[in-house]
């Protein structure tokens, strides 16, 4: 798994690191120092206080679900569709609808607090947007920079997260490629390769997304045939073609929990609330024993996430 990775990345870090050298900025790590600066984690000893910082794709009810999983604290800062960048500037879209609730808390104040052991930042999507216009590496860099600053011990985490359904390339197509080119390739290199950062491992949300659709269009996922099945509907009936309903939410964060805690999620409750109280959904116990399964999967077989066994 680790020799593909590299082979994966090797061209795009390559190209990465002459616009680097050429515009004055820290070279990018190479594919194999990505991985060698990512070890196994040793799974935490209990449930460790999170902070979420990002957009719809974290949204209210996913954390809150992931909460209820793993028994732990957290809070975040929210907004539509925000970069990195954005959170860092404070020019954050819909920052009083997104965090009109309890677990809000502003990030500055959070993360240089120390009361986090575990941070997941989200950048926005078209992640190739967020690259070119935002200055992701730099933003991901001086987030992770500020949490080492009042808490050296953190685990960093990057939630990979997905482009919408009708994505003309290929959505599935996306998902294979974007990882490596874009997600590890450029992202957590160019960030990695600044001082004061540390390692910062993949919640492999996308990765997970496509595994699922893929078992579920095989047929392997009781009560679910097709992938829109985990996204939501709007009024009218038709698909959101990139924010999750409450079966992508608990997927979430059953991908969250795995990475998070190095456990198999295989026999955790699905009967859980939304972050307002109101039950999610219903599902039937089968779809969450083979979503359990398919997380575990991805999660424990992909070495940057920082898993035994990745």
């Known amino acids: 798994m680790r020799k593909g990775l590299i082979a994966a990345l090797i061209a795009v870090v390559a190209g990465a690191g002459w616009a680097a ?33 990002g957009h719809s794709l974290v949204g209210r009810d996913m954390p809150a679900m992931l909460a209820q999983l793993a028994g732990h604290d957290h809070a975040s800062q929210l907004g539509w569709g925000t970069s990195l960048k954005d959170h860092w500037t404070g020019s954050i879209a819909g920052f009083d609808t997104e965090n009109a609730h309890p677990r809000y808390r502003a990030a500055a104040e959070a993360l240089d607090s120390g009361s986090y052991p575990a941070v997941v930042l989200t950048e926005m999507v078209e992640i190739r947007a967020a690259i070119r216009y935002h200055d992701s590496p ?29 994505d003309p390339a290929g959505w599935l197509v996306r998902l294979d490629a974007d990882l490596d080119r874009y997600w590890v390739g450029t992202l957590l290199a160019g960030a990695m390769a600044r001082n004061g950062v540390g390692p910062i491992y993949i919640i492999p949300g996308g990765q997970v997304m496509a595994a699922t659709a893929r078992a579920i269009e095989a047929g392997k996922v009781p009560g679910l045939a097709t992938r829109e099945d985990l996204f939501a509907k709007a009024e009218d009936g038709t698909t959101d073609a990139i924010h999750f309903n409450d079966l992508g939410a608990y997927l979430m964060a059953l991908t969250h929990y795995a990475t998070l805690y190095h456990r198999s999620p295989v026999g955790l409750p699905h009967d859980l609330t939304r972050a307002d109280g109101s039950p999610i959904t219903p599902f039937a116990p089968q779809t969450a024993a083979a979503l359990q399964r398919i997380v575990w999967d991805t999660v424990s077989g992909y070495a940057l996430s920082g898993v035994s066994g990745g």
């Open 21 to 53: 050298q050429r515009w004055g900025q820290p070279q990018p790590l190479t594919a194999a120092q990505v991985v060698a600066q990512l070890p196994p984690l040793v799974a935490p000893a209990g449930p460790m206080s999170t902070y979420h910082l």
């Open 138 to 166: 730099r933003y991901l860099a001086q987030w992770a920079a500020r949490v080492r600053k009042a808490r050296p011990d953190a685990r960093l985490y990057l939630y990979e997260t997905w482009h919408p359904l009708d």
